[in-house]
Nanobody
Framework: QLQACGGGLVQAGGSLRLSCAAS????????AGWFRQAPGKEREFVAA????????YYADSVKGRFTISRDNAKITVYLQMSSLKPEDTAVYSC?????????????????WGQGTQVTVSS
C-alpha cells in the first residue's frame, strides 16, 4: 500500500514537498516514481528513483526544479518541488515497482497510491 501526502495550494514560485509512504512486506526493495495528471490531460511522468537512490530520472518540464529522493529506513519517497508554476497544477500520484530499477513509464509500476492535489496559483 502506498500513501501519498503533502499536496496543497501554493503561489507561483513557491515550494511543496510530497511524501509517499509504503507499507507491507512486499516493499522490501522497490523503485518508485511520481506521475501527475492535470484536468483534461493524460497522466504524465514526473520523476523516478531506483531502490538505491543512485539513479534518478526527471521529465524535462521539471528538471532543475523538482528533486526526488528516498529514505529506505522510513520506506518513504519524496518529491521536493520548487519554483512551482501554474502549469504544475495537477493530481500527483506515487507508484512503486518491486525490484531495483526505476521506470519512466506508468505501465512499469505495480502499485499506485491515491493522488494528492497540487494547485499553483499565478
Amino acid at each position: 500500500q502506498l500513501q501519498a501526502c503533502g499536496g496543497g495550494l501554493v503561489q507561483a514560485g513557491g515550494s511543496l514537498r510530497l511524501s509517499c509512504a509504503a507499507s507491507g512486506r512486499a516493499f522490501s526493495s522497490y523503485a518508485a516514481g511520481w506521475f501527475r495528471q492535470a484536468p483534461g490531460k493524460e497522466r504524465e511522468f514526473v520523476a523516478a528513483i531506483s531502490w538505491s537512490g543512485d539513479t534518478t530520472y526527471y521529465a524535462d518540464s521539471v528538471k532543475g526544479r523538482f528533486t526526488i529522493s528516498r529514505d529506505n529506513a522510513k520506506i518513504t519517497v519524496y518529491l521536493q518541488m520548487s519554483s512551482l508554476k501554474p502549469e504544475d497544477t495537477a493530481v500527483y500520484s506515487c507508484a512503486a515497482r518491486l525490484g531495483t530499477i526505476a521506470f519512466i513509464t506508468a505501465r512499469g509500476y505495480d502499485y499506485w497510491g491515491q493522488g494528492t492535489q497540487v494547485t499553483v496559483s499565478s
